[in-house]
C-alpha cells in the first residue's frame, strides 16, 4: 500500500507538470483540468481530466501528454479518463494560473456566472477587464473570438496595446 500511494504522489507531480497545449504558460494544474491521478491496487495509473467546454479540441492532446510524460516516468500502464460532472469553470484557474497568464499579457477571467435568473438588459453588459500590461480598466472588447474560443480578444485605450482575454465559463 505504501507503495501505492508513493507511486500515486510521484504520478500525480508528473501529471501537474503537463503544460496546456493553447496556452503552454499554464500546467494542466493551473488551468483546473487535471481533476485526479491515482494508483489502483494492480498498478495501473489513472488520471482525470475535464474539457474546458464540450468538444474542446484540445483534450486529445491533453489525453496523450498525460499519458506520454507517465510512460516516460516508467509507468507503464496508464488511463486517462474524462471527467464531464461537474463541468469544468474558470474559478478553477489557480492563483498561479491567474498569475502566469498576466505575466503573459493574458487577462484572467472574472468570476464564472452562477446558475439562476439572469436579469434581462436591452444594452450590452460593460464587462470590466483590467489590462494585463498596464493595469488600466480604460479597455474595450474588439472581437468576441480569438486564437482559441475560449479567449476573446480586447485593447487597452490608455496603452494602445491589444491583449487576450480568457471568457468566463
Given amino acids: 500500500m505504501v507503495s501505492t500511494l508513493t507511486d500515486a504522489r510521484r504520478a500525480r507531480r ?5 503544460p496546456d497545449p493553447e496556452m503552454p504558460m499554464l500546467t494542466l494544474a493551473d488551468l483546473g483540468v487535471l481533476r485526479g491521478v491515482d494508483v489502483t491496487a494492480d498498478g ?32 507503464e500502464r496508464v488511463e486517462i479518463r474524462t471527467v464531464l460532472d461537474p463541468p469544468w469553470t474558470t474559478d478553477w484557474i489557480t492563483a498561479e494560473g491567474r498569475r502566469k497568464l498576466a505575466e503573459h499579457g493574458i487577462a484572467a477571467p472574472g468570476p464564472a456566472p452562477r446558475p439562476g ?21 480604460d479597455t474595450e472588447e474588439t472581437s468576441r473570438f480569438a486564437a482559441t474560443s475560449c479567449k476573446a480578444l480586447w485593447r487597452c485605450r490608455a496603452c494602445r496595446e491589444p491583449f487576450e482575454y480568457v471568457k468566463e465559463i
Fill in 117 to 137: 435568473p439572469v436579469p434581462l438588459v436591452l444594452s450590452p453588459v460593460r464587462r470590466a477587464v483590467a489590462c494585463p500590461l498596464c493595469g488600466s480598466a
Fill in 44 to 75: 495501473r495509473v489513472v488520471a482525470s481530466l475535464t474539457p474546458t467546454y464540450s468538444g474542446c479540441p484540445a483534450m486529445a492532446e491533453m489525453r496523450a501528454d498525460v499519458a506520454g510524460r507517465l510512460r516516460t516516468a516508467g509507468f
Fill in 14 to 18: 508528473i501529471a501537474e507538470q503537463v
